[in-house]
């Protein structure tokens, strides 16, 4: 977890004093659960006749031997595994007892597969090949986020990798024929939106004073045309001016020292559709935004670090930096959006694949059957109708109760946490790396419905948090299961297409469910958690 005061001034015993800002890196925590069970090592019967199956192998099954009566092996399966550098065990074949029959397995890329608990993973714990130090995904990058933590540059990239997800799992499968299937994947998506930004406009001011003239010099610039509220960082330079002939070689030949009182640059901004609005420039920091009102000034030690103006829509402004000493070169740069944003419709990726063909093949590789898988409508096959579920929120609160030397006094700090934790439910089902899709659409005979096709159309319902009876809500507490319907097939379509392309329905099946409240028992439950 990353923590982060959720004030830059915390109470204390002494009176009210500064954090220092300091954020901290909490260790992984991790429950290791042992368990002491029993594998099942054979089945046999009180009838003499039906004969025994016997179990072999520890961990994982490496044999199953079918004896009859007389204790003669009637068949046998042996397992064969192969095990990564990563430690990862793939089944590989099945060999019968006759030495011809034997059934082959194969992978997408087994040795890229990375170890377990590895910190590459997005946000639904599916592997996505990013070098992540952390567990918890960087707040920069987060849908919602807290500006206390957004401040920070530091976490995991949690963004979903088709590419890598699909790492070790199965590709093909190899019969005793001699034939074999197939299979290709592709990553989940949704349909959503995209936002087309408008061009950029820059605004640039630079002044530089020389030895011999000092007094105010200003630079203006004006930003019109907002349409959409925006908040621009400010590129801002401050320096001594080093051109030869400024005569200012001396502050650098003869270590002379910094006017800090007078060389400054006044940076000020005026909003010319609201004049008495003041609240235009503030700074970022660890422990929130600063507002700095409509005017600052900035120092050599650029003592403004992660300054922005806050743009308001249908706003116009006016911003000017002013120097009024010698020897200065003083620079300022705004980039903003000029005009209005768009939205379309786009597809956007989701955690983890789904199957997108299986293909199955003759002993003689000829191909012999295919089978093409959409996630959408058969009027629409290509728009997909995966929700997207709610979005993650990683963010927590804690207190810390700090005793005071007088009995009975203490004060009380807030803090500000940024975790991943896999008890914690970020989307919409406590088995929380499930994507769900309403429709799916077989294809047969290839990827047109060269021989029919079949739309299934599923319930979804989702299950929900709990609410909170006192204090805030907390974010690791299980949810309830008013989704037990997720997933009911609801509808039923087989369908064929003519040499027009027209869908023509052969058959359709509703399903209807009720629910069965002889059998209905409500459990009342309640997630507990100790401040201090």
Avoid at 21 to 45: F, M, P, Q, W, Y
Avoid at 140 to 161: C, F, M, V, W
Avoid at 378 to 393: L, Q, R, W
């Amino acid at each position: 977890k990353f923590t982060v005061p959720a004030s830059s001034i915390l109470p204390s015993c002494n009176g009210s004093s500064s954090s220092g800002n300091v954020s901290t890196i909490g260790e992984v925590a991790d429950h290791r659960l042992t368990v002491a069970s029993k594998a099942i090592s054979s089945i046999s019967s009180n009838i003499p006749i039906a004969g025994t199956v016997i179990f072999s192998g520890s961990q994982t099954v490496s044999s199953i031997a079918i004896k009859d009566s007389q204790n003669k092996i009637i068949e046998s399966f042996n397992f064969n595994y192969s095990t990564t550098q990563n430690l990862r065990k793939f089944l590989t074949a099945i060999q019968y007892k006759d030495p011809q029959k034997q059934y082959a397995f194969e992978y997408i890329d087994p040795e890229d597969l990375v170890e377990r608990l590895s910190f590459s993973q997005d946000h639904w714990g599916y592997y996505n090949g990013a070098n992540n130090s952390h567990l918890f995904p960087n707040p920069q990058n987060l849908e919602l986020t807290d500006s206390r933590l957004s401040y920070h540059n530091i976490g995991a990239n949690k963004e979903p990798n088709a590419t890598n997800t699909e790492k070790g799992l199965l590709k093909k499968i190899i019969y005793p024929t001699k034939g074999y299937t197939t299979i290709e994947y592709e990553g989940n998506n949704y349909l959503g939106t995209q936002t087309i930004y408008p061009p950029i406009a820059s605004e640039y001011m630079s002044i530089n004073t020389d030895i011999d003239h000092g007094g105010d010099v200003v630079e203006t610039r004006t930003l019109n045309n907002i349409k959409f509220y925006q908040e621009v960082r400010l590129g801002k330079s401050l320096r001594i001016n080093p051109r030869n002939d400024s005569g200012c070689d001396f502050y650098e030949d003869d270590n002379a020292p910094i006017d800090d009182t007078h060389m400054k640059m006044f940076i000020t901004a005026y909003d010319l559709t609201d004049p008495g609005n003041t609240n235009i420039f503030f700074q970022r920091t660890q422990s929130g935004d600063l507002s700095l009102g409509r005017s600052f000034d900035v120092k050599f030690d650029d003592n403004v670090d992660q300054a922005y103006m806050t743009l308001l829509t249908d706003h116009d402004y006016e911003i000017s930096i002013r120097v009024s000493w010698f020897c200065v070169s003083a620079s300022l740069y705004v980039d903003y959006y000029q005009g209005n944003i768009q939205e379309v419709p786009a597809t956007k990726p989701l955690g983890g694949v789904r199957v997108k063909k299986i293909t199955d093949y003759s002993a003689v590789t000829e191909k012999a059957n295919e089978t093409r898988y959409y996630y959408g409508k058969k009027e629409s096959i290509n728009i997909p109708t995966a929700e997207k579920g709610v979005t993650p929120y990683y963010i927590s609160k804690s207190v810390t109760r700090v005793p005071c030397s007088i009995p009975c006094d203490y004060r009380d700090q807030e803090y500000i946490i940024l975790n991943s934790n896999s008890r914690r439910t970020l989307y919409n089902s406590v088995s929380n790396s499930n994507i769900y899709y309403k429709y799916v659409t077989t294809s047969y005979g290839g990827g047109d419905f060269e021989t029919g096709g079949v739309e299934k159309e599923f319930m979804i319902t989702n299950d929900t948090p709990g609410n909170p009876i006192w204090g805030d809500v907390i974010q690791a507490a299980p949810w309830n299961n008013n989704g037990w319907s997720n997933g009911f097939e609801k509808k039923n379509i087989t369908f064929k297409k003519d040499a027009s392309n027209n869908i023509i329905v052969l058959k359709e099946v509703d399903n209807n469910y009720t629910k069965d409240n002889r059998y209905q028992e409500d459990v009342i439950g309640y997630s507990l958690r100790k401040n201090y």
